[in-house]
């Protein structure tokens, strides 16, 4: 079996479930062949501007059957790459948000350049029969490098966030450049359909492709593959997780404070795609328009820290904590909090007890690739009495579970405090039935499933 290196900015070590879903997606794709996992440390060295392809040394460390290969990036590479190009530019325009995108010509540059050391780097590592599986937007010009410098490995990409519709995408200077970038992969991998069809579009009409069967996309003298791949998580992970100490205490604790309450959970890195101050918005409407929930409805939103130094997401958290204070301000008892917000990291062994204690989990964001919290919130669920998913309709996961979830457009405050409603108010059976479809779904488009499909596209001829 050729051996799996996998490229994605951060490497985590997958022994340690606290890295969360990608983490453990790749871990065990890596696990099943042996492979090698690169990407930067996440540590910045201040050193000279401007570092060139070779600077950096690689670090290896060995994890069970994969070794972890991680460069430290020098603080100007990481302000425009990471900070300036990477997540102030594609983040906010591939979600839609033109109007938080900062355009610095520098960045560019940037990027440019941590893609090519990136390239310097891999490639005196690589194995010819190597296949190579590069995750997200801060490598989309990553094979272009290989193949510059003379790659002829199998080389795949898949986008973890979701891929604008052409007159969005076109917003940003680069746009061609970086399509063409994705030529020079032989797989590209999307969340949805949605996302594919925007892809398709594009290159038909700016770069005048020619499709060459239903997957088959030929233009800029290369033909790549791309389809829709929608991730899922590790259903029995997650199982294990929610059978262990702490979530069974978190589960505990929840309902021994809460006896009296009905609790609404929402679990999000604090982002302005995830649609926080919306959620909260609604929360308060429903607080507003049907008072039978005062001294009952507790919304837990746990907000982790994320991006702290993009100006955007301070703005962000700024909102939201004022939202939160004002609804508590107004509508609060001595022994009733309606929000309980918390700007942390809650432990990754704690959540599956903290799904399980709330009656509603709320996964509302404005834009998402696929939204994994959705998943783990119906994974975590007591099929015997369980809660109710109230899913936004921009979620990539929309497209998987949108008919047994709750769907809500989360700019539509009263809609969704209509949902919020139905959802505390649904009878158990109606509970139960749709919590059975939707586990069944879950189960069945798992993350091993996800690898599985990829890779093995991955080595197919294109035909
Ligand atoms: C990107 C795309 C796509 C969150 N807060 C805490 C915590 N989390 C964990 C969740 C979940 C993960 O982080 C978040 O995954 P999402 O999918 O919801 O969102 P992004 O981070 O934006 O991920 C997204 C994903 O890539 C995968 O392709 O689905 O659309 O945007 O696992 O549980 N984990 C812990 N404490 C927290 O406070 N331990």
Known sequence: MPRLVAVSNRVADPRKTAAGGLAVALADALNASG??????????????????????????????????????????????????????????????????????????????????????????????????????????????????????????????????????????????????????????????????????????????????????????????????????????????????????????????????????????????????????????????RYPENHMSATLIQVASPSREDVDAYADIRRELEGLCGAINGEYGELDWMPVRYIHRTVARKRLPGLYRAARVGLVTPLRDGMNLVAKEYVAAQDPADPGVLVLSRFAGAAEQLGDDALLVNPYDTQGTADAIQHALRMPLDERRARHARLHARIRDHDVHRWHREFLQILKEDLG
């Open 35 to 288: 492979g090698l996992w690169f990407g930067t440390s996440g540590q910045v060295v201040e050193r000279d501007a401007g570092g060139t392809p070779g600077e950096a040394k690689v670090h290896l460390q060995r994890a069970g059957e994969v070794t972890l290969a991680t460069v430290a990036l020098s603080r100007d590479d990481h302000d425009a790459y990471y900070l300036g190009y990477s997540n102030g530019v594609l983040w906010p325009v591939f979600h839609y948000r033109l109007d938080l995108a900062e355009f610095d010509a520098g960045d560019i540059d940037g990027y440019r350049r941590v893609n090519r050391l990136f390239a310097h780097k891999l490639m005196p590592m690589l194995r010819p029969d190597d296949v190579i599986w590069v995750h997200d937007y801060h490598l989309i010009p990553l094979a272009a490098e290989l193949r510059a410098i003379g790659s002829t490995h199998r080389i795949g990409f898949f986008l973890h966030i979701p891929l604008p519709p052409p007159l969005i995408l076109a917003a940003i200077p680069q746009h061609e450049w970086l399509m063409r970038s994705l030529f020079a992969y032989d797989l590209v991998g999307f969340q949805s359909d949605a996302d594919l069809q925007h892809f398709a579009r594009y290159v038909r009409n700016e770069g005048r492709a020619k499709q060459r069967s239903d997957d088959v996309f030929h233009a800029f003298g290369r033909s790549v593959r791309a389809r829709a791949f929608p991730i899922g998580i590790d259903v029995d992970e997650f199982d294990a997780l929610m059978q262990g100490r702490d979530a069974q205490d978190t589960l505990a604790t929840m309902r021994e404070q809460y006896a009296k309450r009905k609790l609404l959970v929402g679990v999000d890195r604090l982002d302005y795609s995830k649609g926080l101050p919306q959620r909260v918005r609604a929360f308060r409407r429903l607080l507003e």
